[in-house]
């Protein structure tokens, strides 16, 4: 496999930087883990694929980075001297700083990610209506962030495609137009609710 593949298995522009690459791999992972799809053989190649692409640029992507941080110019600076006045005052013992409170935006994120945890849960045991409330709950709670929109999306679109198998297809049309309208810049997430929308028109 060489980088472009890998850049695409992502859906990543060639040279696209850790963060956008390291972002593109948790969502991916997230939808085609076989956890959240048991059985479906289809997504855990896709998910091994994508395991696979994202290993391999995490391999070249720091390489870049130190070579370019290697690259920048060092400011070279002449030592300075220390007058006794100065080095006794540095020899007296520092007062420990008190912790600090943890801030508003540390506690958002240890709700999000604690909420993600039993959110995965649910998907798993395939209590697909708890999953949904846990998901609205916690975007209705920081609705501007982009993984917890793709989280929700990602919620709809499992449901509805679990409804399909059940045989209720008006119920997982609404689940998965949801799904398109949480996350519409979602490429990966509307090529998947397009298939389910085939498998509808097939099965019904």
Same mark, same amino acid.
């Given at each position: 496999?060489?980088?472009?593949?890998?850049?695409? *298995?992502?859906?990543?522009?060639?040279?696209?930087?850790?963060?956008?690459?390291?972002? /593109?791999?948790?969502?991916?992972?997230?939808?085609?883990?076989?956890?959240?799809?048991?059985?479906?053989?289809?997504?855990?190649?896709?998910?091994?694929?994508?395991?696979?692409?994202?290993?391999?640029?995490?391999?070249?992507?720091?390489?870049?980075?130190?070579?370019?941080?290697?690259? /920048?110019?060092?400011?070279?600076?002449?030592?300075?001297?220390?007058?006794?006045?100065?080095?006794?005052?540095?020899?007296?013992?520092?007062?420990?700083?008190?912790?600090?409170?943890?801030?508003?935006?540390?506690?958002?994120?240890?709700?999000?990610?604690?909420?993600?945890?039993?959110?995965?849960?649910?998907?798993?045991?395939?209590?697909?209506?708890?999953?949904? /409330? *846990?998901?609205?709950?916690?975007?209705?709670?920081?609705?501007?962030?982009?993984?917890?929109?793709?989280?929700?999306?990602?919620?709809?679109?499992?449901?509805?495609?679990?409804?399909?198998?059940?045989?209720?297809?008006?119920?997982?049309?609404?689940?998965?137009?949801?799904?398109?309208?949480?996350?519409?810049?979602?490429?990966?997430?509307?090529?998947?609710?397009?298939?389910?929308?085939?498998? *509808?028109?097939?099965?019904?």
């Amino acid at each position: 496999m060489d980088l472009g593949d890998c850049y695409r *298995l992502l859906g990543l522009r060639s040279g696209a930087c850790f963060a956008d690459i390291k972002a /593109s791999y948790r969502r991916l992972a997230q939808q085609y883990h076989p956890d959240i799809n048991p059985g479906d053989s289809k997504a855990k190649e896709k998910f091994i694929a994508v395991t696979e692409a994202y290993k391999l640029l995490l391999q070249v992507i720091p390489q870049q980075e130190t070579a370019l941080a290697s690259n /920048s110019p060092v400011v070279g600076h002449q030592p300075t001297k220390v007058t006794r006045k100065e080095t006794a005052t540095k020899e007296k013992p520092k007062e420990k700083p008190k912790p600090k409170p943890p801030s508003f935006s540390e506690i958002e994120q240890r709700l999000k990610w604690k909420t993600y945890e039993h959110l995965q849960q649910f998907l798993k045991e395939r209590r697909f209506p708890q999953a949904i /409330s *846990l998901a609205e709950a916690l975007a209705q709670r920081l609705p501007a962030d982009a993984e917890v929109r793709q989280w929700q999306a990602i919620s709809y679109q499992i449901w509805g495609r679990a409804l399909i198998a059940q045989k209720q297809p008006f119920k997982a049309k609404i689940y998965l137009k949801k799904a398109l309208k949480t996350d519409p810049h979602n490429k990966s997430l509307c090529n998947e609710v397009q298939r389910d929308f085939q498998m *509808l028109e097939q099965m019904f």
